[in-house]
């Protein structure tokens, strides 16, 4: 081949080579000569979320699925507003897309949720969520009779927020909010409203709904129980008034309220926890129950006892020992005081603080310890002397008191209360003296009981009793003693209505005791506490103050720090978490618990100074005390007790002017015993406040009222 015929060939080579490498560069780009585009891996992956909005209440839930297309992992993570898992704020979602909403809603009330796939985390899907209020659900009204005028209403259910509104026959009342499942609200009927009213509870946008409607039925004609009579029965059976309980003792009549409180549930005590390690939880919760619970009889006369039978923390400060203590007294407040006296002499907390745990049998020549001997009959059942059935002393003919026992009463008693010793710990075995341990009764080591004959009150107990047989045989000795019901009536009248009963009042209260039976209350069995109370609250003497009539000046007596304190609460629909009470009742020389010896906090004899009255309640109120009072009602009025304590003075508030200030609490407060003069002062002092700042007046009304000795002094 020539020359010529190679260069052609190289020539055509060289063209064919150009052209297919052209050709290579042309592929899948839009320009020649640039790079190829190699496609991701997860182009393809696309993330769904269903449903892609939604509407949720409050509170609710929603459950959101998430659909992972172009890809085999179908795993995501949820998040709202791009927060994984949520919060308390916007909510919260699980990992199976699970989303609960906020109790209270958020602004802007609306957020997304978003599912991100795992496999590529890029690709994501979301869905547009309205946060609404929930729906509310009114399950009760109380009360639900209620007279023409003004009252108060609590409102039970769920669903409430503190925008709801309450409305009674289409009127729209004050309301308050308390919680999620309870309001407050007041308002006025008039006698066109007389029959059922519909009363219903709205809440508003977003999400507008209204509650099924239940009936408050106004009643005409004249009310059984004035708001005077209703006041002073609340006072002397509860630990203070509430508008809702007036209401219902002035629609009910004072029978009907007391068959209610001795049908209301126990209010309890929590076991305390192992890392419990004095008495603030068990103090704490005194203060809820008292403030906040309904059995409030019950309480009212358990705090008598614990007066009575008294076991303090200066020497008891376990807390499993004095919560089993203050449920012996709220359970037996209103059974049998004979079960009281053996439940609360069994508590290891009684045991330990008056000495008969571990007393044990004497040798030959020695005594038994005598100290709960001693203190049961004198301070807890029988009393020094001898009483007649009317509480009065019997004499001899020098016209002296005649004791109620002998020192050898005291020595055989102490000797029949031994062998005790502290419930035997869960996988221990009983011993003669077990360690200190509180969670149950105590128990009986019986070759540490004095087994021998006894002569006790003038009765024998025979030889060869076991120790439980011997307690049941001396506690029946005292419980049949002729002292045990007038020294009870007279106790638990100075405790809840007045400190200078006629000694025709705690004879009549005696024979209910005795008998076991007042009207139609009690078992007809002796000690019947039911039949003991309801002759107490019934008596024509703690009756007589409910008409200005028939009221006697020296009836009433002052009221002690604890219930004052309490009342104030309950009156404003405290709350609390107990928090903040017992530092106050520390300052007011009533620390509750911690009474200074078996004495109590006062004795039940005290004569005030300069009179021939007797004031148990005086003993204890001084220039400092009095000035506590004061101080503590400023705290709780203008600022707070602690903070888990609130009021809410919104009725003072509501009231009106000054003047109708002062009416409201002139009701609530002193049942009607304002005098024109007192209440002039106060509606004077008032005018001299703000006019437009109605908080700041009623706040002045409150503190002038409740610091008065008009109030101090129960009557």
Known sequence: MGDKSVRRVWIAATAMLALLVTGCAGVGSKGGGSSPTIPP?????????????????????????AAVTGNANQSVVWSINAVPGGNATTGTIDATGLYTAPVNLPTPNTITVTATSVAENTKLGNSGVTLENP?????????????PGSFSLTLNGSGFIKTSAVTFGGQTLTATFVSATELQAVGTATAAQVGSVPVVVQNPDPGAAASSSLVATVVGGESPVSATAAVRFLEQSTFGPTPELVSQVQQIGFAPFLETQLAAPASTYPTPLSTDTDLTKVQNQFWINAVNDSDQLRQRVAFALNEIWVVSENKVSDPTGYTNYMLALTNDALGNYFDLMKDVTLTPAMGHFLDMVNNDKPATGQHANENFARESMQLF???????NPDGTSQLDSGGNPIPTYTQNDVMALGRALTGWTYPTEPGQTLQKHNPSYYGGPMVAFESNHDTGAKTFLGQPLAAGQTAEQELDAALTIIFNHANLPPFVAQQLIEKLVTSNPSPAYVSRVAAAFASGKFQSYGTGKRGDMQATVAAILLDPEARRGDSSTTAVATDGKLREPVVMMISIARAFHGTTDGSGFTYWSGNLSQDLFNSGSVFNFFPPTNPIAGTTLNGPEFAIFNTNTALGRTNFINSIVYGTISSGTTVNLTPVINAGTPDQMADWLNTLFLHGTMSSQMKTSIVTALGALNATDTKDQAKAAIYLVTASSQYQVQR
């Open 41 to 65: 891996a997860n182009a393809s992956v696309l993330v769904t979320v269903t449903p892609a909005t939604a509407a949720v209440r409050a509170g609710a839930t929603q459950t959101f699925a």
């Open 381 to 387: 059942t029988l009393g020094l002397n001898l009483l």
């Open 135 to 147: 729906v509310p659900v009114l399950t009760s009204v109380s009360p639900s009779t209620i007279a």
